[in-house]
Nanobody
Framework: QVQLIESGGGLVQAGGSLRLSCATS????????MGWFRQAPGKEREFVVG????????YYADSVKGRFTISRDNAKNTVHLQMNSLKPEDTAVYYC?????????????????WGQGTQVTVSS
């Protein structure tokens, strides 16, 4: 059974930081692009950032550029999202996702596997 399990969410004040982690099991995604999405209350799920299988390529949504950093450790089957300078509008459930296709680029589409999500709340 393939699982993507997020952790690290919580409540933080505006301007603060959080680090999300995603641990995968059931299959290896070391050859697959992975990413983070988020969904705020009453809004559609949106792409946040993607990372290529090697970590050499990343693709960020404009809204998080310069504040969020994605990284991955293929040896540990984990992906991380460092979130700095958080804003109230970053409040959402954050989802880890992985593409099924190998060697794929970290663009916003083509994700096949999803985690259950972790809540991030930024207070003003």
């Amino acid at each position: 059974q393939v699982q993507l399990i997020e952790s690290g969410g919580g409540l933080v004040q505006a301007g603060g930081s959080l680090r999300l982690s995603c641990a995968t099991s059931g299959r290896t995604f070391s050859n697959n692009a992975m990413g983070w999405f988020r969904q705020a209350p009453g809004k559609e799920r949106e792409f946040v950032v993607g990372i290529s299988w090697s970590g050499s390529s990343t693709y960020y949504a404009d809204s998080v550029k310069g504040r969020f950093t994605i990284s991955r450790d293929n040896a540990k089957n984990t992906v991380h999202l460092q979130m700095n300078s958080l804003k109230p509008e970053d409040t959402a459930v954050y989802y880890c996702a992985a593409k099924g296709a190998k060697w794929s680029m970290p663009f916003p589409t083509g994700y096949d596997y999803w985690g259950q999500g972790t809540q991030v709340t930024v207070s003003s």
